[in-house]
């Protein structure tokens, strides 16, 4: 028998630590999206190559479902389809976004005539190795050597030495196997850094001894512009120096540079076309390379049968999600089109006027305009382009933030136009400081700050004075 009194008089004699949990109830609102608004919303962020996947895919999983390519192109709408095919073959200027196709057909595998910028930098490389007369396991060296070049034409880091423990090759002998690689053209491929690169170049083409010893010792003083430290140090006249540099700057510090890619290639399917007619900006939706859905007839005449309770509502709800599927697609094509209308209204001078700038343009602006949401607007341009007259941009491309410029806004677009402007103008022997730059641009009515003009600068890629400097003869 256990005793409690004494069980309990013990336990009093120890101190104890009370953690009281505060277990009162809350009320708090919160925002869940059904998987009706789930999937809403899903489409409509949808770019017109993952919505024709995605299309074929419920399509498949839902037998009263059936899909066609290509409905929205009749025999009487000839107008259209020349409207898109003009836009298709007007995007000359843009050519990041498009892709050239050649004819390879009659063309043999090993044909010496062939161009080597249609060639990739390693097949161009193991082309001039197959005709080089030297032994085999040399051959052998030199192709595991131009497997292991990268696109920039450098050798990666560690091939070498790999090649020494594959092949039990000794250092003289890997040494002087790759020199022989950096024989081979392109000039300066093989090489392990810049220097290396720069200098196979130069002793390549007889270069002068100057221009190589600045390669050789004072490469980081020329990165940076120290051309006074170089001269002084070399004891170099200005025309001497001007000489080596003009040397050194004729070299290509990627040789790769010009030899195809064999990276795989990205398709971008514009999502909107804008044709310009006189004064008149035409928005068409790209939804012809979309499959279009439809929900087949016959189900809907089944349920008006006597049917098993099971069998009906299995078609019920198959019908259900049909029918939402099918508006969602709609209701996807109306967005983007009312967004891109509101766009394409609020940045006219750029469609219309050959050198038109953008206009400040927030996704707020267009949510106002149109009384939806903001993330429907997000949404609407995620992953989306847009082709015109002047070439293929993303809809984002069109929002810009802007800066106040007495009553209205002035693009950041436009502000950084005007600073490599200045720079470009600009005296290279006394180039203008971020201050001056600053300067200037508030003399222009532009009021930002030196801090501003410094990033703008550096997401130009435009140097800083020190490096922008030029000494003349």
Request: proline share 3%.
């Given at each position: ?315 019920m709800q198959k019908l259900r999600q049909a029918e939402w599927a099918v508006q969602c697609v709609n209701r996807r094509e109306e967005t983007l089109r009312k967004t891109t209308k509101a766009i394409v209204s609020a940045q006219r001078n750029f469609f219309l006027l050959p050198k038109g700038e953008l206009a400040p343009l927030r996704m707020q602006d267009i949510a106002e305009e149109l009384h939806i949401h903001l993330s429907t607007v997000s949404r609407a341009v995620k992953d989306k382009y847009l082709q015109c007259e002047k070439g293929t941009f993303p809809l984002s491309y069109f929002f810009i933030k802007g800066l106040a410029h007495g009553k209205k806004q002035i693009s950041t677009s436009y502000i950084r136009r005007q600073i490599r402007t200045l720079i470009e103008q600009e005296d290279k022997a006394h180039p203008l400081s971020d201050r001056m730059l600053m300067e200037k641009l508030q003399k222009q009515g532009i009021d930002v700050s030196r801090r501003t003009i410094a990033k ?18």
């Amino acid at each position: 028998m256990i005793n409690y009194k004494q069980s309990f008089g013990t336990c009093q004699t120890q101190k104890r630590k009370v953690i009281v949990l505060d277990l009162s109830l809350q009320t708090q609102q919160k925002q869940v999206l059904s998987p009706k608004m789930q999937q809403s919303a899903k489409i409509l962020q949808m770019n017109t190559l993952a919505l024709s996947t995605y299309l074929r895919e419920i399509a498949e999983e839902n037998p009263l479902l059936e899909w066609e390519e290509d409905t929205i192109f009749s025999e009487k709408d000839d107008t259209l389809l020349q409207k898109l095919e003009w836009l298709q073959n007007a995007d000359e200027q843009n050519p990041g976004y498009n892709q050239k196709e050649f004819d390879s057909e009659n063309e043999q595998e090993n044909n010496i005539c062939r161009k080597k910028e249609d060639m990739g930098l390693r097949e161009y490389l193991l082309f001039q190795i197959n005709i080089l007369s030297v032994n085999q396991k040399n051959k052998q060296v030199l192709r595991f050597l131009a497997e292991n070049i990268m696109e920039s034409g450098y050798l990666e880091a560690d091939a070498l030495e790999t090649a020494m423990i594959k092949f039990h090759l000794s250092s003289p002998y890997a040494e002087e196997t790759l020199r022989l690689l950096q024989s081979l053209e392109p000039s300066g491929v093989g090489a392990r850094n810049l220097k290396e690169c720069l200098l196979i170049q130069l002793q390549q083409k007889n270069a002068s001894t100057t221009a190589q010893a600045i390669v050789q010792s004072h490469l980081e003083d020329l990165g940076k512009n120290h051309l006074s430290h170089i001269a002084k140090k070399l004891h170099l006249s200005a025309n001497a120096l001007t000489d080596a540099l003009t040397e050194i700057k004729a070299c290509q510090p990627k040789p790769g540079n010009g030899f195809s890619s064999h990276l795989p290639v990205e398709y971008i399917l514009p999502d909107v076309y804008v044709q310009k007619k006189e004064t008149d900006l035409i928005v068409v939706v790209n939804s012809g390379k979309a499959p279009r859905l439809f929900v087949h007839s016959g189900y809907k005449k089944l349920l008006r049968q006597d049917l098993p309770k099971e069998t009906k509502a299995y078609i019920m709800q198959k019908l259900r999600q049909a029918e939402w599927a099918v508006q969602c697609v709609n209701r996807r094509e109306e967005t983007l089109r009312k967004t891109t209308k509101a766009i394409v209204s609020a940045q006219r001078n750029f469609f219309l006027l050959p050198k038109g700038e953008l206009a400040p343009l927030r996704m707020q602006d267009i949510a106002e305009e149109l009384h939806i949401h903001l993330s429907t607007v997000s949404r609407a341009v995620k992953d989306k382009y847009l082709q015109c007259e002047k070439g293929t941009f993303p809809l984002s491309y069109f929002f810009i933030k802007g800066l106040a410029h007495g009553k209205k806004q002035i693009s950041t677009s436009y502000i950084r136009r005007q600073i490599r402007t200045l720079i470009e103008q600009e005296d290279k022997a006394h180039p203008l400081s971020d201050r001056m730059l600053m300067e200037k641009l508030q003399k222009q009515g532009i009021d930002v700050s030196r801090r501003t003009i410094a990033k703008y600068r550096e997401l130009l890629q435009i140097p800083n004075t020190a490096q922008r400097k030029r000494y003349h003869r």
